[in-house]
């Protein structure tokens, strides 16, 4: 014990290395890529809507958090933009209209409209004043501008006059208006161009007091200013020589100018974010928060390639915080950075290491606390440092030094302490101890280097380790009452216990070689009670007030094991029951009894009650997404810190809350039959633009609407959700998650509600919007219609007899048509026997006369042939006359499989390659006979013209069908034709073809190339 006690008082100490809490904005980006205009946004405004405008050189620009619609100048167009390059921020009026200035003139975008209107000044020679700049609106409507760089105006946004004030003495680059509880102005501060000083003009009304400097060349530090921000009797001042305050009562001029003995120079930008909180922007060195009790630099931001979710560029142009808390960065040429501090739910504890060994994050992979509740925290490779948490405001970290002359302890696995307030180090370097109060380390157990993995006290005192080769040792008292690991024999595997934790119940719980959980009882010489098949690594545990199960965090999930009859049931928890990663890697409950998990994407909440999760991200705080097995601890005040890959996230689990800013929703578009249209508007206001819609009215041949829709929450905005409603077809609310898209095909006529809400990035639901819909019947179904119709019925009483007087005539007129159009087939049958049967009867008996006289074998073997090929012939058209007369054949599928027949017979033997494709499904329709002898004749005509005119070697016909059209396309790859043909009497084959098609109200079409041809028929089945 004296040689401990000797080693206390020789110890060293490495100094603090940081102030190490800070905050760690996760930024959004908006950038050209975006949809902005242009990448230089200085001014940016939130209005009473919840929409966000931001300026540019190259126009104007509204986001909604899901996209962004661009206004930009149209010399043609009246109600655009006067000028492209926003030079002011905007003021909204009372009608919520929006005010700002180009360098030609005022704009005001009318909200109603979604319009612009313009105003300028005329010279007295000819021509218009230019160089517009606006920074106020005062409470009696008046805007406050500056022309030309010195005239100050006043411009009456509701009589749309200007007023001359009077000439500033200097150039201003800009100018600052301080009102009073009236809304009247009361001072202006002026910003000189390229100047030092500040310019000062005191009202009542109207001017009351010259102009005067406040500080100029004269004083000892002139300051160039940039921007004003008034607060309370004290302004702060961004300027080219860095911070700046001027304390207005005693003329003080104050310079902060430096952070970390770094010099600060070019302060760009300053925005008040809270009580006692300053944003400052410089250029080329990043952002600061400023400390205003303290009066000094507390936290400096910087851009980094490695981080997607940092600021942008150190180059900062300007910082606005809107009306609901959200800062908004404004960089050089790169767009706007934004995020929202009520996000930002967690703080963080990161030390930079850019002195030590092994410099890069500061990996957290265990944490243990002190009794004089100091936290100390094991890396890697960097050995532990010791958090002096006491001072939560200004956490201090020192680095825990080794005992001189003994190897370091660096590579740190875990750390415990017991009961006499020793903390426990194991590390790959062996054991080590530090002693109450100590800020050393020394070797445990003296020159044995033995690797242990896990340890624990155990409720009687002893304490367990987990050798990293296999099996338990207790640590006992040796020779000089030095420590001693000795084996625990009941506990002597080869495989190593990764975790050892003992519950309330005083089981001992270890985790065996990630593959299952042993469950020993120390009392009986550990003998092994149960042993719980769960895989994956488990090495944290915890036990909630009055429950008597066990969590445990495990790789595959949050693992709840419940102990019922001497044995141990268990529950998995994962991402299907909504954790948002199933590693889980440490578990903590807090006092109301929910359980915090650090996991391999974020830090969870587990509400047992409910088994509802909550889950945080980068977004809200946490160091990093990737936590370390059981970097945990609660420490008294009910504080819980979790150790990730980089830093410590620490937080009071009652003061973590979704954010209480609303989404505010708004339907951003709506499209008529999946098109926009411009004349939409507002029957009940007359508003054109689509976010100030109460009610829609339509035609009901305009029934197919489509919605977008948007949460106008920028403090996550990827995170917002959506539901929505069409009272009348929807029973309830369409949950559509991030989607913001509805759409809504052919409504019938009615009056419709559409309804939809919003969440912030936290889950917090939004009172509805609602938009009235009216669909207007047809005339058929209206009451003037339903007026006629009754008159009509009127009518038709008495129309009765006289329908039952021609009801005879008209049976007997269509018996006497069915009768005629039965003549006509048949007239049509032997017009087909006679021309074709009787013509090629007649060849045939002529050709049969002939071969009598026929006197050599070869002339009778040559006239036989032409018999042969007149009967087949012959026969074909018999086949014709039958298949067309017969009403069995009268089905689409009968068609298409008679005409790919007469093409394979036609095809056989002539050399040429034949490829039919038929439907896979033939619906069933019927054709009748005429129809379909017209569609073979036409066929037959095009098939017989690439035999004898095409010199084709492939043919493909493709018969096709799709609702009442039917296609019949023929493809050959011949020598093609002249499509000049059509014109000619000499092309009567083809004229043919589109006469047979006409006659039955069908079409053919011909394409032809060098390449072969296609001739294409189609025929509509509803005209049959």
Same mark, same amino acid.
Request: net charge neutral; glycine share 8%; aromatic share 12%.
């Given at each position: 014990?004296?040689?401990?006690?000797?080693? &206390?008082?020789? +110890?060293v100490i490495w100094p603090a290395l940081i102030p190490a809490q800070e905050v760690s904005p996760y930024f959004h980006h908006l950038t050209v890529g975006d949809g902005l205009s242009e990448g230089t946004n200085y001014f940016i405004y939130k209005d009473s809507k919840g929409f966000v405008w931001l300026s540019s050189v190259n126009g104007l620009n509204r986001y909604d958090g899901k996209r962004i619609k661009t206004y930009k100048p149209n010399p043609a167009d009246s109600i655009s933009i006067l000028g492209q390059n926003i030079q002011s921020n905007f003021f909204e009026d009372a009608n919520t209209n929006l005010w700002f200035s180009t360098y030609e003139g005022l704009n005001c975008y009318q909200r109603k409209l979604d319009q612009f209107s313009s105003f300028s000044l005329k010279k007295k020679a000819g021509g218009k004043e230019l160089g517009y700049y606006a920074f106020h609106l005062d409470g009696a409507g008046n805007l406050w501008i500056i022309v030309e760089g010195n005239k100050l105006y006043h411009f009456n946004t509701s009589t749309h006059q200007f007023s001359f004030q009077h000439e500033l003495p200097t150039l201003a680059l800009r100018a600052f208006a301080l009102a009073d509880a009236g809304g009247l102005v009361s001072k202006v501060f002026y910003c000189a161009y390229q100047k030092p000083g500040l310019l000062v003009e005191t009202f009542q009304g109207n001017l009351l007091a010259g102009q005067a400097l406040l500080f100029g060349p004269a004083d000892n530090q002139p300051l160039t200013v940039r921007e004003v921000l008034p607060s309370a009797d004290t302004l702060w001042l961004a300027t080219k020589a860095g911070l700046a305050s001027y304390v207005q009562a005693s003329g003080k001029l104050t310079r902060f100018d430096r952070y970390q003995q770094a010099e600060l120079v070019l302060c760009s930008a300053l925005e008040k974010i809270s009580g006692? *909180? *300053?944003? &400052?922007?410089? +250029?080329?060195k990043g952002l600061f928060f400023f400390d205003l009790n303290q009066q000094e630099f507390? +936290? $400096?931001?910087? /851009?980094s390639p490695a981080n997607t979710h940092g600021i942008s560029s150190d180059n900062i142009a300007q910082i606005t915080m809107d009306r609901d808390g959200g800062i908004w960065i404004s960089t050089n040429n790169l767009g706007v950075d934004f995020y929202h501090p009520g996000k930002q739910k967690f703080s963080i504890? =990161?030390?930079? *290491?850019?002195?030590?060994?092994?410099?890069?994050n500061f990996n957290a992979v265990t944490l243990a606390a002190d009794k004089n509740g100091q936290v100390l925290c094991g890396t890697p490779n960097n050995g532990i440092f010791l958090l002096d948490t006491r001072n939560w405001a200004n956490t201090k970290v020192d680095k825990i030094q080794n005992l001189e002359g003994q190897e370091p302890f660096e590579r740190i696995f875990s750390i415990f302490d017991d009961k006499a307030g020793r903390e426990w180090i194991l590390s790959w370097e062996g054991v080590a101890i530090r002693l109450p109060g100590s800020s050393i380390l020394i070797p445990a157990f003296g020159a044995d280097k033995s690797v242990f993995l896990a340890g624990c006290q155990l409720q009687d005192g002893?304490?367990?380790? &987990? &050798?990293y080769n296999g099996g338990l040792y207790e640590v006992v008292r040796g020779k000089n009452n030095a420590f001693v690991p000795q084996p625990i024999e009941s506990i002597n595997g080869p495989e190593p216990f990764v975790s050892l934790w003992q519950s309330s119940q005083g089981q001992l719980l270890g985790c065996l070689s990630l593959k299952s959980i042993w469950v020993m009882d120390?009392? @009986?010489?550990? =003998?092994?009670? +149960?042993?719980?098949?769960?895989?994956? @690594?488990? $090495?944290?545990f915890c036990e909630r007030p009055g429950d008597p199960s066990v969590w445990m965090a495990n790789s595959y999930g949050l693992v709840q094991l419940m102990w019922e009859n001497g044995r141990y049931d268990f529950n998995?928890?994962?991402? =299907?029951?909504? *954790? /948002?990663?199933?590693a889980v890697q440490s578990v903590l409950p807090d006092k109301k009894g929910r359980i915090w998990l650090g996991t391999g994407n974020g830090l969870s909440l587990f509400d047992p009650t409910t088994s509802h999760f909550s889950n945080y991200g980068l977004v809200d705080g946490i160091s990093d997404l990737q936590f370390n097995f059981a970097a945990c601890l609660a420490l008294k005040d009910g504080r819980l810190l979790f150790g990730s890959v980089n830093g410590i996230t620490a937080f009071y689990p009652e003061k973590i809350k979704p954010l209480e800013v609303p989404a505010h929703p708004v339907i951003t578009n709506i499209l008529i039959n999946d098109q926009e249209d411009s004349t939409l508007a507002c029957p009940l206001t007359g508003a054109k633009n689509i976010t100030e819609f109460q009610r829609i009215a339509l035609d009901y041949l305009h029934n197919t609407l489509s919605f977008s829709f948007a949460a106008l929450d920028y403090s996550h905005p990827s995170a917002n959700e959506f539901m929505y409603q069409m009272e009348g077809v929807d029973k309830d609310w369409v949950k559509s998650g991030k989607e913001n898209f509805a759409r809504y095909a052919r409504l019938p006529a009615g009056e419709y509600v559409f309804r939809m809400k919003a969440s912030n990035s936290d889950g917090i639901w939004s009172d509805e919007r609602r938009l009235s819909i009216q669909i207007s019947p047809p005339f058929t179904q209206t009451p003037v219609f339903y007026f006629l119709l009754g008159v009509l019925a009127v009518g038709l009483v008495g129309l009765v007899v006289l329908y039952r007087q021609k009801r005879r005539d008209n049976k007997r007129r269509l018996e006497e048509e069915k009768r005629h159009a039965l003549e006509q087939e048949r007239q049509r049958i032997a017009r087909d026997v006679h021309d074709d049967l009787g013509s090629g009867l007649s060849a045939l008996s002529l050709q049969t006369e002939m071969a009598r006289y026929k006197t050599s074998p070869e002339e009778l073997q040559e006239e036989l042939e032409r018999i042969n090929s007149t009967a087949r012939d012959l026969s074909g058209k018999i086949r014709e006359v039958i298949w067309t007369v017969n009403a069995r054949n009268d089905s689409i599928a009968n068609l298409f499989s008679y005409l790919n027949q007469y093409a394979v017979e036609l095809f056989e033997n002539a050399g040429i390659e034949y490829q039919v494709s038929l439907p896979e499904n033939m619906p069933a329709i019927t054709i009748t006979g005429e129809y379909r002898r017209t569609l073979f004749l036409a066929f037959k005509e095009a098939l017989n013209n690439i035999l004898k005119h095409a010199e084709a070697t492939e043919v493909k016909v493709d018969f096709e069908i799709s609702e009442k059209l039917l296609q019949i396309v023929v493809k050959d790859n011949g020598i093609g034709f002249d499509l000049s043909l059509l014109l000619k009497p000499s092309g009567n084959g083809l004229l043919n073809m589109q006469s047979r098609m006409r006659d039955i109200g069908g079409d053919c079409q011909f394409k032809t190339d060098k390449r072969g041809t296609q001739v294409a028929f189609a025929f509509n089945l509803a005209s049959e």
């Amino acid at each position: 014990m004296c040689r401990f006690l000797l080693l &206390a008082f020789c +110890q060293v100490i490495w100094p603090a290395l940081i102030p190490a809490q800070e905050v760690s904005p996760y930024f959004h980006h908006l950038t050209v890529g975006d949809g902005l205009s242009e990448g230089t946004n200085y001014f940016i405004y939130k209005d009473s809507k919840g929409f966000v405008w931001l300026s540019s050189v190259n126009g104007l620009n509204r986001y909604d958090g899901k996209r962004i619609k661009t206004y930009k100048p149209n010399p043609a167009d009246s109600i655009s933009i006067l000028g492209q390059n926003i030079q002011s921020n905007f003021f909204e009026d009372a009608n919520t209209n929006l005010w700002f200035s180009t360098y030609e003139g005022l704009n005001c975008y009318q909200r109603k409209l979604d319009q612009f209107s313009s105003f300028s000044l005329k010279k007295k020679a000819g021509g218009k004043e230019l160089g517009y700049y606006a920074f106020h609106l005062d409470g009696a409507g008046n805007l406050w501008i500056i022309v030309e760089g010195n005239k100050l105006y006043h411009f009456n946004t509701s009589t749309h006059q200007f007023s001359f004030q009077h000439e500033l003495p200097t150039l201003a680059l800009r100018a600052f208006a301080l009102a009073d509880a009236g809304g009247l102005v009361s001072k202006v501060f002026y910003c000189a161009y390229q100047k030092p000083g500040l310019l000062v003009e005191t009202f009542q009304g109207n001017l009351l007091a010259g102009q005067a400097l406040l500080f100029g060349p004269a004083d000892n530090q002139p300051l160039t200013v940039r921007e004003v921000l008034p607060s309370a009797d004290t302004l702060w001042l961004a300027t080219k020589a860095g911070l700046a305050s001027y304390v207005q009562a005693s003329g003080k001029l104050t310079r902060f100018d430096r952070y970390q003995q770094a010099e600060l120079v070019l302060c760009s930008a300053l925005e008040k974010i809270s009580g006692n *909180l *300053l944003l &400052a922007g410089f +250029q080329k060195k990043g952002l600061f928060f400023f400390d205003l009790n303290q009066q000094e630099f507390i +936290q $400096r931001i910087v /851009a980094s390639p490695a981080n997607t979710h940092g600021i942008s560029s150190d180059n900062i142009a300007q910082i606005t915080m809107d009306r609901d808390g959200g800062i908004w960065i404004s960089t050089n040429n790169l767009g706007v950075d934004f995020y929202h501090p009520g996000k930002q739910k967690f703080s963080i504890i =990161k030390p930079s *290491l850019s002195h030590s060994n092994s410099p890069g994050n500061f990996n957290a992979v265990t944490l243990a606390a002190d009794k004089n509740g100091q936290v100390l925290c094991g890396t890697p490779n960097n050995g532990i440092f010791l958090l002096d948490t006491r001072n939560w405001a200004n956490t201090k970290v020192d680095k825990i030094q080794n005992l001189e002359g003994q190897e370091p302890f660096e590579r740190i696995f875990s750390i415990f302490d017991d009961k006499a307030g020793r903390e426990w180090i194991l590390s790959w370097e062996g054991v080590a101890i530090r002693l109450p109060g100590s800020s050393i380390l020394i070797p445990a157990f003296g020159a044995d280097k033995s690797v242990f993995l896990a340890g624990c006290q155990l409720q009687d005192g002893r304490i367990v380790l &987990a &050798a990293y080769n296999g099996g338990l040792y207790e640590v006992v008292r040796g020779k000089n009452n030095a420590f001693v690991p000795q084996p625990i024999e009941s506990i002597n595997g080869p495989e190593p216990f990764v975790s050892l934790w003992q519950s309330s119940q005083g089981q001992l719980l270890g985790c065996l070689s990630l593959k299952s959980i042993w469950v020993m009882d120390p009392s @009986d010489n550990f =003998k092994k009670i +149960q042993e719980i098949i769960i895989p994956g @690594d488990s $090495r944290s545990f915890c036990e909630r007030p009055g429950d008597p199960s066990v969590w445990m965090a495990n790789s595959y999930g949050l693992v709840q094991l419940m102990w019922e009859n001497g044995r141990y049931d268990f529950n998995i928890f994962n991402e =299907k029951n909504g *954790l /948002a990663s199933s590693a889980v890697q440490s578990v903590l409950p807090d006092k109301k009894g929910r359980i915090w998990l650090g996991t391999g994407n974020g830090l969870s909440l587990f509400d047992p009650t409910t088994s509802h999760f909550s889950n945080y991200g980068l977004v809200d705080g946490i160091s990093d997404l990737q936590f370390n097995f059981a970097a945990c601890l609660a420490l008294k005040d009910g504080r819980l810190l979790f150790g990730s890959v980089n830093g410590i996230t620490a937080f009071y689990p009652e003061k973590i809350k979704p954010l209480e800013v609303p989404a505010h929703p708004v339907i951003t578009n709506i499209l008529i039959n999946d098109q926009e249209d411009s004349t939409l508007a507002c029957p009940l206001t007359g508003a054109k633009n689509i976010t100030e819609f109460q009610r829609i009215a339509l035609d009901y041949l305009h029934n197919t609407l489509s919605f977008s829709f948007a949460a106008l929450d920028y403090s996550h905005p990827s995170a917002n959700e959506f539901m929505y409603q069409m009272e009348g077809v929807d029973k309830d609310w369409v949950k559509s998650g991030k989607e913001n898209f509805a759409r809504y095909a052919r409504l019938p006529a009615g009056e419709y509600v559409f309804r939809m809400k919003a969440s912030n990035s936290d889950g917090i639901w939004s009172d509805e919007r609602r938009l009235s819909i009216q669909i207007s019947p047809p005339f058929t179904q209206t009451p003037v219609f339903y007026f006629l119709l009754g008159v009509l019925a009127v009518g038709l009483v008495g129309l009765v007899v006289l329908y039952r007087q021609k009801r005879r005539d008209n049976k007997r007129r269509l018996e006497e048509e069915k009768r005629h159009a039965l003549e006509q087939e048949r007239q049509r049958i032997a017009r087909d026997v006679h021309d074709d049967l009787g013509s090629g009867l007649s060849a045939l008996s002529l050709q049969t006369e002939m071969a009598r006289y026929k006197t050599s074998p070869e002339e009778l073997q040559e006239e036989l042939e032409r018999i042969n090929s007149t009967a087949r012939d012959l026969s074909g058209k018999i086949r014709e006359v039958i298949w067309t007369v017969n009403a069995r054949n009268d089905s689409i599928a009968n068609l298409f499989s008679y005409l790919n027949q007469y093409a394979v017979e036609l095809f056989e033997n002539a050399g040429i390659e034949y490829q039919v494709s038929l439907p896979e499904n033939m619906p069933a329709i019927t054709i009748t006979g005429e129809y379909r002898r017209t569609l073979f004749l036409a066929f037959k005509e095009a098939l017989n013209n690439i035999l004898k005119h095409a010199e084709a070697t492939e043919v493909k016909v493709d018969f096709e069908i799709s609702e009442k059209l039917l296609q019949i396309v023929v493809k050959d790859n011949g020598i093609g034709f002249d499509l000049s043909l059509l014109l000619k009497p000499s092309g009567n084959g083809l004229l043919n073809m589109q006469s047979r098609m006409r006659d039955i109200g069908g079409d053919c079409q011909f394409k032809t190339d060098k390449r072969g041809t296609q001739v294409a028929f189609a025929f509509n089945l509803a005209s049959e």
